[in-house]
């Protein structure tokens, strides 16, 4: 017999009762039952109930041991009694009389139990994750995560795509996020990156008629922390394609997105035929650019039913020619608690409150903005938004350019209070026409809006003649329940046009020749149209696991500061380090 196991503990079954087992693992449970001990043990594959009674030789050892303790035992394999069968386990139908036990691995006292799904502190979790990474929930989370990418790497290899690993050390730029730097020693006073996407790497594997590339990319960026996107590193499934156009990308990825939420979505319903809007309406009608369409809500503009109006407030506003009245309806909210409930919720989000108008089973308006607008204009906006007796809506004004994010939280808030969201749906949407440029206000300057490398709507007599304010980019985002899933666009090829494009900027010729020297030159010696883009992997895992926050779904995240608390980075080097580096610190005065 093994060492250590002839059987795993998921896998006894009926068929083995009269057999002996060697089961190792970790002690999940003990439980004492009128002096006979149980113990469901536990390894990766699934769990056992083993039996040690008083008359057997293992009991001295098995009062011994405590949760977590790692050990072997031998038994035999006897059906449980009638009516203890447990049908949630795999092994429920069985038990193992154990007849001997040896300690593999003692536990100290645990800092979290593994057994049971409590909530304990993050800095705990992470510190600790190995214990973590026990628990039933995560460690299923974790394969899953193997599952779903071994089927996105099986998916896109059917779609004819070849997968390649790029470059980890790389050359810093000057677009998109904060590298991280990597100091050379054989170059003094010179750095690497950690690549913040292999963009260009993949742009130059299509100059070199490689036409269909993908790869699970770690990418590197040093943001601030945000909630939704693990601080220091994650994955992307990166694809670029040769000789396509924007709808060519759509036909080839969206199978795949599709295909793996419908494989491992749980029975949830998957967005057929993707909607395709464009980013301004995605804005108006939803208040955001990665809209959670599972909410049956759409805004319009309701301004001219305020102009000149009686509600002074409004109607000052709008002699602004850039402010806007957005309404928000809210089907079955029309009770003034709920409407009270919204206004304070909007009060508590750094708002002066939310505007609102009810609507009587009678067809007629009250409250407030009803009382100060008149029944003509009230008729009007209960017209326009289709609402009817007991629904309610909701108003924002000002310049949309400040106000629309609020509105579009508002636009949730409404639809998660109302129990308008269909949670048993991914509704997808390819997000299209972003705009190419928008005005950094800090900095005075036009500046990329999004992806730079993005082909220009109209090409490079768009960026010579049009405002670069009101020209859009081939550049797409796919959006699902409310985050952005994945991003991309048909790429800028023309060397002409890429200059042009980083000329109105800010960037002279000069400096993308230096900054992006490899993809420039490529450009020159037969460059073909090419586009692709490149999926959040860690969100696609959250949502597929019906997780709220990616630490959920990685191995060993760090936490909101970016620390790893588990290995304890970042941390000092020596003296001996950084003078091999060529590198003196000059760090900040620590207060008081």
């Known amino acids: 017999m093994h060492r250590y196991r002839s059987h795993t503990c998921g896998a006894l079954r009926e068929s083995d009762i009269g057999s ?59 059906a449980r009694l009638e009516g203890t069968e447990n049908p949630n386990l795999a092994t429920g139908a069985v038990e193992v009389f154990a007849t001997e036990l040896e300690v593999l691995g003692p536990a100290g006292e645990l800092p979290l139990p593994v057994f049971g799904d409590l909530e304990y502190p993050e800095d705990t979790r992470l ?70 996407a292999p963009q260009q790497y993949k742009q130059l594997l299509m100059m070199a008629g490689f036409d269909r590339y993908f790869q699970i990319a770690p990418c590197f960026r040093d943001e601030d922390p945000r909630a939704d996107r693990l601080p220091g590193e994650f994955y992307q499934l990166d694809v670029e394609m040769s000789f396509v156009t924007q709808d060519d990308v759509f036909r080839t990825m969206e199978p795949v997105i599709a295909g793996v939420f419908e494989e491992f979505g749980g029975g949830k319903s998957v967005t057929k035929d993707w909607p395709r809007i464009p980013y301004a309406d995605a804005i108006t009608k939803y208040g955001s650019d990665k809209p959670d369409l599972r909410n049956p809500i759409e805004m319009q503009a309701v301004s001219e039913h305020f102009r000149g109006s ?51 089973e009678d067809g007629e308006g009250q409250g407030p903005i009803a009382n100060n607008i008149g029944p003509e204009r009230v008729a009007a906006i209960i017209a326009q938004m289709c609402l009817k007796g007991g629904d309610a809506c909701f108003f924002v004004a000002g310049n949309p350019e400040k106000f629309y994010k609020f509105a579009g939280s508002a636009r949730n808030r409404v639809g998660s209070e109302l129990g308008l969201i269909d949670e048993n749906a991914f509704a997808f949407a390819w ?122 779904v990685a191995l060993f995240p760090m936490n909101q500061q970016a620390v790893d608390l588990l290995m304890g980075a970042p941390s000092e080097v020596g003296p001996k380090q950084l003078r091999e580096l060529h590198i003196r610190l000059n760090l900040p005065e620590k207060n008081g």
Not at 317 to 329: F, G, N
């Open 127 to 196: 510190k600790y994750r190995f214990l973590d990474l026990r628990r039933e929930k995560l460690h299923n989370n974790i394969m899953l995560r193997g599952k779903v990418v071994d089927s996105i790497r099986n998916r896109m290899k059917n779609s004819g795509f070849s997968e390649f690993q790029t470059p980890i050390l790389t050359a810093s730029s000057p677009e998109g996020a904060r590298d991280f730097l990597v100091p050379s020693r054989l170059h003094p006073g010179h750095f690497y990156a950690l690549p913040q």
């Open 431 to 552: 997000i299209v026409d972003f705009p190419m440029y928008e005005w950094n206000e800090d900095e005075k300057r036009v500046d990329f809006s999004h992806n730079p490398f993005s082909m220009p709507q109209g090409g490079l007599e768009s960026l010579q003649k049009d405002d670069p304010l009101a020209i859009k980019a081939f550049q797409y985002d796919i959006a699902c329940n409310g985050y952005e899933l994945a991003s991309g666009g048909i790429r800028n090829h023309r060397p002409e046009a890429m200059v042009k494009a980083f000329e109105i900027a800010g960037y002279g010729e000069e400096t993308v020749v230096e900054r992006f020297g490899g993809m420039y030159r490529a450009f020159q010696y037969g460059a073909p149209p090419h586009g692709g883009m490149a999926a959040g992997i860690d969100r696609i895992i959250m949502l597929l696991a019906g997780a709220t926050n990616l630490r959920e």
């Open 20 to 78: 002996t087992a060697r089961l190792s693992g970790w002690c999940h449970r003990i439980r004492d039952h009128g002096g006979v001990l149980f113990i469901d043990l536990r390894d990766h594959y699934g769990m056992t109930q083993v039996v040690i009674d008083p008359d057997s030789p293992a009991f001295a050892d098995a009062e011994k041991v405590r949760s977590e303790w790692v050990i072997r035992i031998d038994g035999k394999v006897k």
């Open 310 to 360: 009686g509600f002074k407030v409004f109607a000052r506003i709008l002699e602004d020619e850039k402010a806007q009245v957005w309404a928000i309806p809210a089907p079955g909210g029309g009770s003034r608690a709920f409407c009270d409930r919204m206004n304070s919720w909007a009060q508590g989000e750094g708002q002066p409150g939310l505007g609102y108008l009810m609507v009587k």
